[in-house]
């Protein structure tokens, strides 16, 4: 699976868009773009995937590039229960590969 | 997680005794995997199973032994426990949710200190 980008950490005020970007350059043509969310200490969360159309659903939005090889992640509306650590990885839809999550962007919604 | 449950939840023991950590899911799932997850180091895959009986390492593997007898099972075993090991593990399968995605579901987690 190919790698993943992200930034360190972001901060957002409540009530407004939290946009969180990934990079994904070696992405593979059939490999799709998955987020996930990790509230404190619980497992790991989806949230939402795409293949190369943007995405939404009634948790995010997510935005590809023409390329494929960046994205961005769109909380339209950020509240303080969004505050958490959130992935983004790169497979193969319906296999099992090896795959890595990395360190993810801490995501600290603020009032 | 409805569906994935982890035993046991938390766990402390000392350095050298083995420790089997319980993975148990409901979906009849075919994917199934370990997971860790340090400070600094987000998760990190330890093994990773594709059927009955069909594992394979993940990046973190050594240390580690997985079996899966069943569908429902998979259990990580750590024969010789050290305190690097010491670390919350997280178990996951993959297949379809309600919508048609496909998906990891993760479990609550195990919390394991060794001592």
């Known amino acids: 699976d190919a790698k993943t980008t992200q930034p360190t950490s972001m901060d957002c005020a409540e009530g407004r868009a939290a946009n969180l970007p990934c990079n994904h350059s070696?992405?593979?043509?059939?490999?799709?773009v998955y987020w996930y969310r990790q509230i404190h200490s619980q497992g790991p969360q989806y949230i939402i995937h795409?293949?190369?159309n943007n995405e939404t659903n009634e948790m995010a939005s997510l935005i590809i590039t023409e390329d494929r090889k960046s994205s961005t992640l769109i909380l339209p509306h950020a509240t303080l229960r969004d505050t958490a650590v959130y992935y983004c990885i790169v497979r193969v839809a319906g296999t099992a590969s090896k795959l890595t999550f990395g360190t993810g962007t801490r995501l600290q919604v603020t009032l | 997680d409805a569906g994935i449950t982890q035993s046991p939840r938390h766990k402390v023991t000392e350095t050298g005794t083995p420790v089997t950590l319980r993975c148990h899911q409901t979906?009849?799932?075919?994917?199934m995997y370990w997971y860790r997850q340090d400070p600094g180091h987000g998760l990190r895959l330890i093994h990773y199973?594709?059927?009955?009986?069909?594992?394979d390492k993940g990046e973190v593997s050594d240390g580690y032994s997985v079996s899966r007898s069943k569908t429902e099972d998979f259990l990580l075993t750590l024969e010789s426990a050290t305190s690097s090991q010491t670390s919350v593990y997280f178990c996951?399968?993959?297949?379809?949710?309600?919508?048609?995605?496909?998906?990891?579901?993760f479990g609550a987690g195990s919390r394991l200190t060794v001592l």
């Open positions: 199973s594709y059927g009955v009986k069909d594992t």
């Open positions: 996951a399968i993959s297949g379809t949710n309600g919508s048609g995605a496909n998906v990891l579901t």
């Open positions: 979906e009849n799932h075919r994917y």
């Open positions: 795409g293949l190369k």
């Open positions: 070696t992405i593979s043509g059939n490999e799709y």
